[in-house]
């Protein structure tokens, strides 16, 4: 399915990445050691990447990258049917790898006490899956 978005699109990550990497599914999850992605995920807000930046596992900065996607994508279900019907979070994914073509260098960040308590939500949410 094609999005009506016209971009331009973002992705958040720890990842220390070139322009021109491209970025694909079939990795662990930014957020869960134990869950092997079968899409990759991009946003065409801003401060939503910045957010999936902060909330990233691992060392170093959080990123956002500005890509291309390469194929076909889709509204992000998780999102969009489950949390905010419509879209207003311009949340999307593909199974089709998605090109760097820039890197934001400042972005909006979020207060880190809310950063706090969403990867405790994160935590809580997979020991509750996983028991």
């Known amino acids: 399915m094609a999005i009506l978005d016209a971009g331009p699109y973002f992705h958040g990550t720890r990842a220390d990445l070139q322009v021109g990497d491209l970025l694909t599914a079939g990795f662990r999850s930014n957020y869960d050691d134990s869950v ?18 902060e909330m990233a596992k691992g060392d170093g900065r959080g990123r956002v990258y500005i890509v291309e996607p390469m194929g076909a994508c889709e509204d ?56």
Request: hydrophobic share 35%; aromatic share 10%; charged share 30%.
């Open 36 to 53: 092997v992605m079968n899409h990759i995920y991009f946003t065409a807000w801003p401060k939503g990447a910045g957010l999936a930046a």
């Open 76 to 131: 992000d279900p998780n999102v969009t049917d489950k949390k905010f019907p419509g879209n207003p979070t311009r949340s999307y994914r593909s199974r089709e790898p998605l090109r760097i073509v820039g890197e934001l260098e400042t972005w909006e960040p979020f207060d880190p006490e809310y950063i706090r308590q969403l990867r405790e939500r994160v935590r809580v949410g997979m020991g509750e899956i996983i028991n």
